[in-house]
Every structure is written in C-alpha cells, then in structure tokens.
C-alpha cells in the first residue's frame, strides 16, 4: 500500500492523488485503504516519514564516520561528500527509492507545507552538515553557510526530481540518471561554491574589463 502510494504520489503530487486510486493501484476495494489510513494526509505523512527516518540515519551515520576519521582535519569537500554521496547512494536505489527522490522534490518544492516538512524532518541532520562547515570555514558568516547550504540543497533536489531535462539540454552527454557522474562533481562544485562565497570578496556584477575600459 505505501509502495503504490509512493508511485502516485511521485508522479501526480499530493493533490493529484486520492485513496481510491492507491485502491485501485493494489487492487482493492478502496474501504481497506480508509481502514488504515483515513485520510489522505496520514497516508501521505507516512509515506514520507518511513523513507526520512532511514535518509536521516545514514546520513547521520555517515557524517558521525566522517569526524572520526578526520578529527580536526574537517574540509567542505569532504564534509559535504559525506551528506551527499551517501544521499545519492540510497536514492539510487530501487523504484521505491527512486520514487521517494521524486516525491521529496516535489514536497521540496511546494511553498504551502514543503519547508514544514522539511523542517520536521532533516533539520537535526542539515545543522549536523552545517556545523561541519563551520569548523572547516571557522572564517566564514553563518549567513554564508546557510546560503550555501540553500544551493546544495536545490542541486540535490534536482538531481532527486531525475527530470530528465539535462540529457536534452546536453544531447545525451549527461544523463540525469548518472549518478556515478554527479557524485564525481556534485561535492567538488559546491565546494567551490563554498569558498568563493565565504572569500569575502563577492561579485558585484561588474565587469572588471569593462571598467578598465
């Protein structure tokens, strides 16, 4: 039941979906869906909540292993291929995963309740990431952390979503389902990102160029 209510909630979204349908999906009467569930948030919830809860274990996990192994030798490269390679390694996963990435994009980007959710759910493991950072950039603002944070964020939602839209963008030199190709860059732009934003120097959208001019 929450294997077909994953599927349809990942392709039609919360409003798209009613418990008839996830009856439907599995083949019976719609009265044993309301038996368990007896609305569609609950459901919903729930299937939302069993994938978070084992995203958020392996992905504290993984950050715990890592501070181990380096000590005090944190870098924003690693703390981040930390949080994401283990991320994109489970929702790599099987269909259910698969539409578990979708479905967390959509809830992502839903203005309404997404960030509620999100909220609830990963904030212990983002401030864990975050805390990371701050110790490899002890010179960087927390207002720059948190922004870049905000674009791993959206990068990794992305990536989730599988739009395919990138295979044609490229005309099949990337693939949005080569996540061995994104774990290979993903980190190390972000990294980037990181420290150019954390460097005290921001763009001002002026051309130097222009100016010598």
Same mark, same amino acid.
Request: proline share 2%; hydrophobic share 45%; with cysteine.
């Given at each position: 039941?929450?294997?077909?209510?994953?599927?349809?909630?990942?392709?039609? &979204? /919360?409003? +798209?979906?009613?418990?008839?349908?996830?009856?439907?999906?599995? +083949?019976?009467?719609?009265?044993?869906?309301?038996?368990?569930?007896?609305?569609?948030?609950?459901?919903?919830?729930?299937? !939302?909540?069993?994938?978070?809860?084992?995203?958020?274990? =392996?992905?504290?996990?993984?950050?715990?292993?890592?501070?181990?192994? =380096?000590? #005090?030798?944190?870098? *924003?490269? @690693?703390?981040?291929?930390? !949080?994401?390679?283990?991320?994109?390694?489970?929702?790599? &996963? @099987?269909? +259910?995963?698969?539409?578990?990435?979708?479905?967390?994009?959509?809830?992502?980007?839903?203005?309404?309740?997404?960030?509620?959710?999100?909220?609830? %759910?990963?904030?212990?493991?983002?401030?864990?990431?975050?805390?990371?950072?701050?110790?490899?950039?002890?010179?960087?603002?927390?207002?720059?952390?948190? %922004? &870049?944070?905000?674009? *791993?964020?959206?990068?990794?939602?992305?990536?989730?979503?599988?739009?395919?839209?990138? #295979?044609?963008?490229?005309? @099949?030199?990337?693939?949005?389902?080569?996540? #061995?190709?994104?774990?290979?860059?993903?980190?190390? /732009?972000?990294?980037?990102? !990181?420290?150019?934003?954390?460097?005290?120097?921001?763009?001002?959208?002026?051309?130097?160029? =222009?100016?010598?001019?």
């Amino acid at each position: 039941m929450l294997d077909a209510a994953e599927m349809l909630f990942s392709r039609r &979204g /919360f409003h +798209g979906v009613a418990l008839k349908d996830v009856a439907a999906e599995i +083949g019976v009467h719609h009265t044993l869906v309301n038996y368990y569930f007896n609305d569609k948030q609950k459901l919903f919830d729930e299937v !939302f909540a069993r994938r978070a809860r084992e995203a958020n274990r =392996v992905r504290m996990e993984a950050l715990d292993t890592y501070e181990k192994e =380096v000590g #005090d030798n944190v870098t *924003v490269e @690693g703390a981040l291929r930390a !949080f994401l390679d283990t991320n994109l390694e489970l929702y790599e &996963g @099987g269909p +259910g995963w698969r539409n578990a990435g979708t479905m967390a994009a959509l809830v992502a980007s839903t203005p309404e309740w997404g960030a509620d959710m999100f909220d609830q %759910w990963f904030d212990p493991v983002v401030l864990r990431l975050t805390g990371l950072l701050e110790r490899a950039m002890p010179d960087c603002s927390r207002t720059e952390i948190f %922004w &870049g944070f905000h674009f *791993v964020s959206g990068a990794l939602m992305l990536t989730l979503a599988r739009t395919g839209r990138i #295979d044609k963008l490229s005309e @099949g030199l990337c693939k949005a389902d080569d996540f #061995d190709a994104i774990k290979a860059r993903l980190a190390r /732009f972000m990294a980037a990102g !990181f420290r150019e934003i954390c460097s005290g120097q921001p763009d001002d959208g002026v051309d130097d160029e =222009v100016i010598q001019a």
